[in-house]
Each structure stands twice: as C-alpha cells, then as structure tokens.
C-alpha cells in the first residue's frame, strides 16, 4: 500500500503554552509533502519530524488568524537560505499574498525560487489540488472570519498485476499498462484470457479531512462521509460550552459527533484550549460519544489505513 500520513507538528490554540505548538500538520502521500497551516516555530517541528524540506511542494492555509499562519514568513527564508529551486505554491484566502508580498521583498530579497498563490474561495467546497494520484478540496467552515478546512481525497488505483499468472501465460512486460487498464490477452493461439484472472482489486482509495477552527457545524457530514481519519478541532470541553459558542470553536463533544455521524474510521483532536493542563478530560468526552478517538500530540505520525489508522 501507498504511502499516506498525517504528521502532527502543532496541535495547540492561539495563546502560546510550553506544552504544545502552534497549528500545522504535514500529509505525506507516496513522499510527497503537504502542509496544512504554518503557525509559528513549524521550520523546527519539521526538523523534528524528520521530515524533508526539499519535498514540501503545497501548503495550506486555512484561515488568516497568527497562529496558523505566523510561521509562513521564516519557513519561505529559510527555504531562500537552503537555495530551493522549486516553486513553493500556497493555497489560501485571498488576502495571504497582499499581506506576504511586502515581507518577501523586505526579508527574502534574491531567493533562488518562486512562491506562487493560489486563492481559493472560502464559502464553497471546491477541488484546489489534483495530480494523477491525489484530490485537495477545500471544506466550508464557520469561524470569526473566512475558514475552510481540507479533504485529501487518493483516486481510485489501479488493479494489481498477478506476477505469476504473468509468467504462467508468459505475457510480454509490454501489455502491463493494459493489463492494468482492463484489457484481455490473447494469447499467439488466439486463446483469450480474461482480465480477472491476470489481476488483483485495487486498495480501495483513502481519504484525511482537516477541520479547524470552526464551530460545530453539522453540514459538513454529508462531504465527510466514509472519511478513514478526520481531524476536527476540540478547543473546549462541554463545561464550556458557551466561551467555544463565542468564539466560534468546538468542544470534544461535537468534535466526536460529527466523527460519529459522518461515520469516519477514527477521530484525531487537537486545538486545545490552554486553559487546559491536561487534555484527557478532552478525550474522555470525545470518546464517550465516539470511541474511535485519539489526543493529536507534537511529532505523532499517524498512517492513514482503510477505516481507520495506525501509529508509527
């Protein structure tokens, strides 16, 4: 199977604490690098990760609030430092490169590459990224200001070849590509072999959402239905219920009741409140609704499988 996971490199709020991050993640699919949100100090969790530099091609941006988006200035100079070649594409509101621009040409005066923005439309669920193996579409959110979470959606593959039948009717390495795109093989004696016999299905394709900040909004079910993991933001418990409404965040127990009803494979959150010393009571009450949760946490690689994941 394809490689596919989510590397968490900053799971805490807006206020700064000792114990967490700012937002950002990482989505590794077949070693090609994603990055959702830039709060700041993600250069360093990067390092961290160990994940590479020079394979971070994308990355996302959610909403223009500091602590998803601080840390864009210095990983851009710092990729200048590292002599980057390749563009560096950002997918974000609108407003990110007015406000980027004038930081570029003060702090990032003759880097090697270019950084090329790409606006989305926030109020809409609309395909931003497509290669040959992978979607991007962005997930309408609620916040105090434009916000949109994203689906990292693989495309359905192609069946698996049977070596062995292959070799059994010893078909040329020229007929692979057909093969695998539905064809027959007729043998020089004009036997026929059926496809099924020469092929495996395919894994079925896999699918990461990203959810933060919101508040809880049931309307994003239908688009995550069938979701293998889904990260949705779980700023405050239930306790306090009326500050999440305020300030248009979630608490664990929506957070798990969208998991629940878009019948998502597991739940993974973060985006915790520091009021909070300990986040277990946010898990208590996220798994009390939906059991299939787990705490995001600094440099936790998670490996997004069909319904579900695993840690590595």
């Given amino acids: 199977m394809e490689k596919f996971e989510v590397n968490i490199l900053g799971c805490g709020s807006a206020l700064p604490t000792t114990r967490h991050q700012a937002t950002s993640q990482v989505v590794n699919v077949r070693d090609k690098l994603f990055m959702i949100d830039c709060g700041e100090g993600t250069q360093v969790q990067l390092r961290r990760s160990r994940l590479k530099f ?3 091609g ?3 941006i959610s909403h223009l609030h500091g602590d998803h988006c601080f840390g864009l200035i210095g990983l851009i100079s710092t990729f200048g430092m590292l002599e980057r070649t390749a563009d560096l594409h950002i997918h974000c509101p609108e407003e990110l490169e007015r406000l980027l621009l004038p930081q570029i040409a003060f702090f990032c005066k003759g880097m090697s590459y270019q950084v090329v923005f790409h606006p989305y439309p926030p109020g809409v669920a609309s395909v931003i990224y497509e290669d040959r193996s992978l979607t991007v579409e962005t997930i309408p959110l609620r916040h105090r200001m434009p916000t949109c979470g994203f689906l990292f959606r693989e495309k359905p593959a192609l069946p698996h070849i049977r070596r062995d039948m292959m070799d059994f009717y ?5 007929w692979l590509n057909r093969i695998k795109n539905g064809e027959d093989y007729v043998t020089d004696d004009g036997r026929t072999i059926e496809n099924r016999l020469l092929t495996t299905p395919a894994d079925p394709p896999r699918a990461y959402a990203y959810c933060s900040d919101t508040s809880y909004q049931p309307r994003i079910v239908e688009q995550l239905k069938g979701v293998d993991l889904l990260f949705h933001e779980a700023t405050f418990l239930s306790t306090d219920q009326a500050r999440a409404k305020q300030t248009q965040h979630s608490t664990a ?7 629940r009803d878009a019948g998502v ?3 993974v959150i973060g985006h915790y409140s520091a009021r909070y010393e300990d986040e ?3 898990l208590e009450e996220a798994q009390a609704v939906f059991p299939h949760t787990v705490l995001a946490q600094e440099n936790l690689c998670l490996e997004v499988t069909r319904g579900g994941v695993k840690e590595s």
């Fill in 253 to 259: 127990a929506q957070a798990a009741t969208i998991a």
């Fill in 265 to 267: 494979g597991q739940l």
């Fill in 54 to 56: 020079s394979r971070l």
């Fill in 280 to 282: 277990l009571p946010l």
């Fill in 58 to 60: 994308h990355i996302f």
């Fill in 170 to 174: 010893q078909i040329p390495i020229c």
